[in-house]
């Protein structure tokens, strides 16, 4: 075996050895680990050379964004139609013309003329059917915001969120890029497939109303439904791949750090009360009940260092300042406070 | 999905089979392409057409034999096209010839390094530095992207596999101290963590 005499720069040169370390598959790890059982004294070239292959990569590392993703997609997409549809057209018309070339000549010319100028239309196609004008809208953190797509489909974006989208749909997917949260009333569509794109997480309707949540760096993202049924996907970007269908009252729970997902069922309109400017604590954690303040109210907490903000809490409020919310916490024993313009400051007790 | 059935459904114009080409590969054809140029929307374009062409059957596909590495070649080939024509006009986009497929160790980004550790590292840097263009090339495809020496031939416009071979021989050995000190630094750093 010409394995035996390999030190580790041969090793890690040798095609069936990268091969290995990259793709291992059954056949080829059955080999490896026979051959270090064979020579146990191989086994530290074999673990530096290992080291040698996993540790090169890029220095430079570009990737396409979640937009500029979905946006070459679609050109492709348009393109390929376009030119597809052009190759059809084109056949068919010559087929015609060898059935004519022995009557005139004259009328192959013409039919030429046609047929060049067709295809030159068609090429210039797509250069327009390209090109997507995109859209953005913004709530930012203390105000909420309602905006109607071009379908006629309804958005609630909450506080501190963005999306991005193409001014007219085309006529094969409407889709709709987001960070954060928002409540989408989708006009029902069966021929086009609504797509809601946001971080790990791809959510699929032809018609229904549904909540995302999913703010950028947040560790659980968050998609519940209250009307028809969802289907939701890992993103390809996603390690984690897996693929849920959702009826009314089920939400599904994406842990970004755990990497699971868990399908429950609720109830009541807790997870939608934001739209009615409703603001609902169910037992949660302090760190998240002042998260959802600062973006509710747009305001900035400081000095939470020095309180448990493990503790849970519950609450609701209806459209109240945010005095009114701070002083039921404050009644819990949560905290003493002091609003400073846009801050609050929590003081020691 | 095989390769052949990947072949099929492109060359039947499967457009599920063209999106699942799109999401395989993709990322890793535009890092390759944004190592010539800092270009994207440049980049881009090339791959628009690389993915038009292969879907409408511009080219002849039976003679493919992996679809990375005809994906890449052919995005080369659509990069050099255009920088070719924009030679003088694009001056500040092409990259250096040393910024292109720079070389990097990923126990930089996996552990955090001490002084010492990282006073080694620096002189590894230096050494990649020194290594050529096509060494580069070759090792990062090698090694980062998996292709095989055919492969890569087919990729860099090379003759034989051998000069591939020789190129990544040669590279590895120019890196060589440095990366066996940082292979040994992780290995022992394994062996205190497990032990």
């Known amino acids: 075996m010409k394995y035996k005499h390999f030190d580790e720069w041969q090793l890690a040169e040798d095609e069936y050895f990268v091969n290995w370390v990259l793709r291992p598959e059954a056949h080829s790890d059955k080999f490896w680990k026979q051959f270090l059982e064979n020579n146990p004294e191989k086994s530290a070239e074999i673990l530096l050379a290992k080291e040698i292959v996993a540790n090169i990569q890029y220095a430079s590392n570009p990737r396409l964004d979640q937009i500029e993703y979905v946006k070459l997609f679609e050109r492709i997409l348009n393109s390929k139609r376009v030119r597809q549809?052009?190759?059809?057209?084109?056949?068919?018309?010559?087929?015609?013309?060898?059935?004519?070339?022995?009557?005139?000549?004259?009328?192959?010319?013409?039919?030429?003329?046609?047929?060049?100028?067709?295809?030159?239309?068609?090429?210039?196609?797509?250069?327009?059917?390209?090109?997507?004008?995109?859209?953005?809208?913004?709530?930012?953190?203390?105000?909420?915001?309602?905006?109607?797509?071009?379908?006629?489909?309804?958005?609630?974006?909450?506080?501190?969120?963005?999306?991005?989208?193409?001014?007219?749909?085309?006529?094969?997917?409407?889709?709709?890029?987001?960070?954060?949260?928002?409540?989408?009333?989708?006009?029902?569509?069966?021929?086009?497939?609504?797509?809601?794109?946001?971080?790990?997480?791809?959510?699929?309707?032809?018609?229904?109303?549904?909540n995302v949540k999913a703010y950028s760096g947040a560790t659980d993202i968050s998609v519940a439904v209250a009307e028809g049924k969802v289907m939701v996907k890992s993103t390809h970007e996603s390690s984690l791949q897996f693929e849920h269908t959702l009826l009314p009252y089920q939400e599904a729970k994406l842990d970004v750090k755990k990497g699971e997902v868990v399908k429950r069922e609720f109830l009541g309109e807790q997870l939608f009360a934001w739209t009615k400017w409703k603001l609902i604590f169910d037992k949660e954690p302090l760190g998240k009940v002042i998260q959802e303040l600062e973006r509710w109210y747009g305001v900035r907490f400081e000095g939470t260092d020095t309180i448990n903000t493990s503790e849970t809490y519950s609450g609701s409020f209806d459209n109240d300042p945010l005095k009114v919310v701070l002083e039921a916490l404050k009644s819990q024993n949560a905290f003493n406070y002091k609003i400073i313009g846009k801050k609050v400051l929590i003081l020691k007790n | 999905m095989s390769h052949q059935e990947i072949l099929k459904g492109l060359e039947n114009g499967d457009e599920s089979v063209l999106s699942y080409t799109y999401h395989q590969y993709v990322q890793d054809l535009f890092r390759f392409g944004c190592q010539f140029t800092n270009d994207r929307e440049l980049v881009m374009d090339c791959i628009h057409e690389v993915f038009v062409a292969i879907s409408t059957r511009q080219r002849k596909q039976n003679k493919i034999h992996s679809i990375k590495s005809y994906l890449f070649t052919a995005t080369y080939r659509q990069i050099i096209y255009h920088l070719k024509r924009r030679k003088f006009s694009d001056i500040e986009n092409r990259k250096n010839n040393h910024e292109e497929f720079d070389i990097e160790l990923s126990v930089e980004t996996r552990l955090i390094l001490d002084e010492s550790h990282r006073e080694k590292l620096n002189k590894v840097k230096k050494a990649i530095k020194k290594i050529s263009r096509k060494q580069r090339q070759a090792i990062l495809h090698y090694y980062y992207d998996g292709f095989l020496h055919e492969e890569i031939a087919a990729i860099m416009g090379l003759k034989n596999t051998n000069s591939v071979a020789k190129l990544i021989a040669r590279g590895l050995r120019a890196m060589k101290d440095g990366i066996i000190t940082i292979a040994i630094f992780l290995i022992v750093d394994a062996c205190l963590f497990l032990g």
């Open chain 1, 85 to 210: 549809s052009a190759n059809v057209q084109f056949s068919g018309k010559r087929k015609r013309l060898v059935w004519l070339r022995y009557a005139a000549i004259f009328l192959l010319i013409c039919a030429g003329a046609v047929l060049y100028q067709r295809q030159t239309a068609l090429t210039i196609n797509p250069s327009t059917a390209e090109k997507i004008e995109l859209l953005t809208k913004e709530s930012p953190e203390g105000s909420k915001l309602t905006t109607f797509l071009s379908d006629g489909s309804k958005v609630i974006l909450n506080a501190g969120s963005k999306i991005t989208y193409p001014k007219t749909f085309s006529d094969s997917l409407r889709w709709i890029y987001l960070t954060g949260e928002a409540f989408f009333e989708i006009k029902s569509d069966s021929t086009r497939l609504f797509r809601v794109k946001s971080d790990f997480v791809n959510t699929e309707v032809l018609g229904t109303s549904f």
